[in-house]
C-alpha cells in the first residue's frame, strides 16, 4: 500500500510513495510519533534528478526486509531538498561538521526532538570499500538507541551547541571597495586553469556567479585579465561535453577538468544562470558563439522544461532507459560511431564524428562519447554541419527521454525570468520575453498570496505547503526587475517591492544587517540557517542584496539601498578570501561601486522605433548593475520617469549616478558611450 508520501507536489516523495517503507514527509505530526514510540528518526535527505539517491532507493528502500527493519524500530522520514533548503541546510552544516564531507543522499539519524546523533550519505546493501551496509547502520544505531542512551544524547546535545556557536562574525557593515575587489580578481587569478578555463580541478562547476563579477569588473575598470577569464571559461564550457551539442543547455557539472564528461542532469538553474552569462558576454564582447549559446540555452530550458502552467521544471534527470529497460547514466546523450553511422551513413558519419569529437575507444563509457566541439584547422559546410545536428537530434527524440522534475521552485523560476527577459530583449525574441512573463504571472498567481508571503513550490497548478526561504524573495524579485526593465511595466516593479519589504521585515537581523535563510516567523528548527557563499546559485544573502540595490536604483529607496550595503560587508570579509565562493556578491558589489547607474528612457509611445532604439541600447550598456526604465512623459508606471521630458519633440535618455545626472541625450551612440564607460 502506498506509504504518506501519495499527497505530496514533490516528484521526489511521489517516487518513493510506493516504497515497503512506512515514510512520512517532514512534519511536527512524524516527530511526535516518534515520542510516542520511544524511537528515533531517520531522515533521509535527496532530490529527484540525484543519481546515488535513486540507486540507494532501489538498494535498500524498495527491499521489504530493509523496509521492515525501518518501520519497526525508526520513524523513517523523507525530505526533498529542493523543497525544503532549510532542513537541508541546517542537518547538512552538522554532517559536514561531523565527518568533514556532505553531499546527497543525506542520512540522518535524529532524536524526536530532532537533534543529530549520527550521520552519512549512501550506505552501499552490502559492506564495500571500508563503508559497513545500510543494514549494519540501522541495526548499530537502532542498538545504542536502545542500550546507550545517555551517550546517544550527550552526542546529540554537544552538536547542537556546536552548531548554535556557528553564527557568522562576518567583520564590519561597510561594503567592499576598489582594494577588497581587486584583491577577489587577484585569488580568481591564482585558482584560474589557463589550459582548460575555470578554476580549480575535477569536478568541475560552471561557474556562473564568478564569471558575471568578471564581466562587471571589466566594465569598471577595464581589466583585460578579468575579461580573458571570462571569454575563455565560457568558450571551453560550449565547446565541452558539459554543454549539449545537440539540444542546447548545460550539464550540472564535469567529472573531469576538460569539460568533456558531464554528470548529466540538466538543472533549471544553472541553465538560467548560465543563459544570462552568455547574454552578457555578447553585449561586452559581440561574440557569436556567446549569442548562439545564450538563444540555444534559452530556447532549451521553453521547449523542454516549461511546464503547462507556463512555470519552469526544476531538472531532467542524468539517468534514461538505454533501449534495453536498464536505467543509465548518459544514456540519452552519449553516440558511438556505429549509432552515428545508423543515423547519417557512413560518409556524414565521418564528418560528424571528426565534428564532434567521437572516437572509436569513446570518451565516456562502453565505446560511447559524449559530443563535444573541438577546435578543428580548416572550415566545415555550415549547411552540411546544420543538417546532420538536426538529423541527429531528431534520432535522439525518439530515444527513451530522461524523466522531468515537475516541481516549480520559485528562486529558480525568478533567475529563469530574468534571463529570458533579458536574452529575448537583446535579440529580439520577443517569445522569450514572454516566456518571462508567463512565468511571472504563475508566481504571482499561485505561489504569492495576499500579503505578498511567497510559498517555495507548486506542481500541476498546485501550490506545495511550504513557505519561501529568502533565495526566493530575492530571486523572484530579481526576475521582476529585470522584467520591468525590459517591459516598462510598472507592476513588476511594485511586486518586487512586496517581496523585498518582507525581507527587510522577516529576513534581515536589525542589528547587525546579516540575513538569514528562513524567516522569522518560519518553523523553528534546531538552528535557524544562515549562508552567505554562493554555491550552485546565488546565497539568498547575496541575491537579496542584488535585489534591494536594484530596486533602490529603480525607486530612491533608502532603506533598500542601506540594506544592501550593510549585506554586503559579508563580501568585504569573504571576497578577498574565497572569491569562488561569493561570486555573485562580489557582482553585486561591482554594481554598488559603480553607482549603479540609472536609465530613464522617455518616448511619445513604447512602440515608437526611436523610442525603442534608446531602450534596447540602455539595455546592452555594459555599466555593472544599471537598471533601466522605458515609458512616455508624465508616466507613473516607474519613478525613474517622473519629471522627464522628450527632447525637441525626440524620445531621450536621462543617465544619473550617485545623485548627479547628465544631460538628456537622444543620441544612440552617445547613450552607448555613456553606459559603457
Known sequence: MPNRLAHETSPYLLQHADNPVDWWPWSEAAFAEARRRDVPVHLSVGYSSCHWC??????????????????????????????RPDVDAVYMEAVQAATGQGGWPMTVFLTP????????????????????????????????????????????????????????????????G???????????????????????????????????????????????????????????????????????????????????????????????????????????????????????????????????????????????????????????????????????????AELAAHHFGVTEEGTFEEGASVLQLPQHEGVFDAAKIES????????????????????????????????????????????????????????????????????????????????????????????????????????????????????????????????FDTASDAEQLIRRPQDPTDNAVPSGWTAAAGALLSYAAQTGAEPHRAAAERALGVVKALGPRVPRFIGWGLAVAEALLDGPREVAVVGPSLDDPGTRALHRTALLGTAPGAVVAVGTPGSDELPLLADRPLVGGEPAAYVCRNFTCDAPTTDLDRLSTVLSS
Open 54 to 83: 535513486h540507486v540507494l532507493a532501489r538498494e535498500s528502500f524498495e527491499d521489504e526486509a530493509v523496509a521492515t527493519y525501518m518501520n519497526a524500530h525508526f520513524v523513517n522520514i523523507k525530505v526533498d531538498r529542493e523543497e
Open 113 to 176: 526532538d530532532a537533534e543529530p546523533f549520527y550521520f552519512g550519505t549512501y550506505f552501499p546493501p552490502e559492506p564495500r570499500h571500508g563503508m559497513p551496509s545500510f543494514r549494519q547502520v540501522l541495526e548499530g544505531v537502532s542498538t545504542a538507541w536502545a542500550d546507550r542512551r545517555d551517550e546517544v544524547a550527550e552526542v546529540a546535545g554537544k552538536i547542537v551547541r556546536d552548531l548554535a556557536g556557528r553564527e557568522i562574525g562576518y567583520g564590519d557593515t561597510q561594503a567592499p
Open 388 to 515: 546532420v545536428r538536426s538529423r541527429l537530434l531528431d534520432a535522439r527524440g525518439r530515444r527513451p527521454a530522461p524523466g522531468r522534475d515537475d516541481k516549480v521552485v520559485a528562486a529558480w523560476n525568478g533567475l529563469a525570468i530574468a534571463a529570458l527577459a533579458e536574452t529575448g530583449a537583446y535579440f529580439d525574441r520577443p517569445d522569450l520575453v514572454e516566456a518571462a512573463v508567463g512565468a511571472a504571472d504563475l508566481l504571482v498567481r499561485l505561489h504569492m498570496d495576499e500579503q505578498a508571503r511567497l510559498s517555495r513550490t507548486s506542481k500541476d497548478g498546485h501550490v506545495g505547503a511550504n513557505a519561501g526561504v529568502l533565495e526566493d524573495y530575492a530571486d523572484v524579485a530579481e526576475g521582476f526587475l529585470a522584467l520591468a526593465s525590459v517591459t516598462g511595466e510598472g507592476v513588476w516593479l511594485e511586486f518586487a517591492g512586496f517581496l523585498l519589504d518582507h525581507v527587510l521585515a522577516r529576513f534581515v537581523d536589525e542589528e547587525s544587517g546579516a540575513l
Open 178 to 348: 576598489q582594494e577588497e575587489l581587486g584583491a577577489a580578481l587577484l585569488g580568481l587569478t591564482r585558482e584560474y586553469d589557463p589550459q582548460r578555463g575555470g578554476f580549480g580541478g575535477a569536478p568541475k562547476f560552471p561557474p556562473s556567479m564568478v564569471v558575471e563579477f568578471l564581466l562587471r569588473h571589466h566594465a569598471r575598470t577595464g581589466s583585460e585579465g578579468a575579461l580573458q577569464m571570462a571569454q575563455d571559461t565560457c568558450e571551453r564550457m560550449a565547446r565541452g561535453g558539459i554543454y549539449d551539442q545537440l539540444g542546447g543547455g548545460f550539464a550540472r557539472y564535469s567529472v573531469d577538468r576538460e569539460w568533456v564528461v558531464p554528470h548529466f542532469e540538466k538543472m533549471l538553474y544553472d541553465n538560467a544562470l548560465l543563459c544570462r552569462v552568455y547574454a552578457h558576454l555578447w553585449r561586452s564582447t559581440g561574440s557569436e558563439l556567446a549569442r548562439r549559446v545564450a538563444l540555444e540555452t534559452a530556447d532549451f530550458m521553453v521547449r523542454e522544461l516549461r511546464t503547462n502552467e507556463g512555470g519552469f521544471a526544476s531538472a531532467l534527470d542524468a539517468d534514461s532507459d538505454d533501449g534495453t529497460g536498464k536505467h543509465v547514466e548518459g544514456a540519452y546523450y552519449a553516440w558511438t560511431p556505429a549509432q552515428l553511422t545508423e543515423v547519417l551513413g557512413a560518409e556524414d
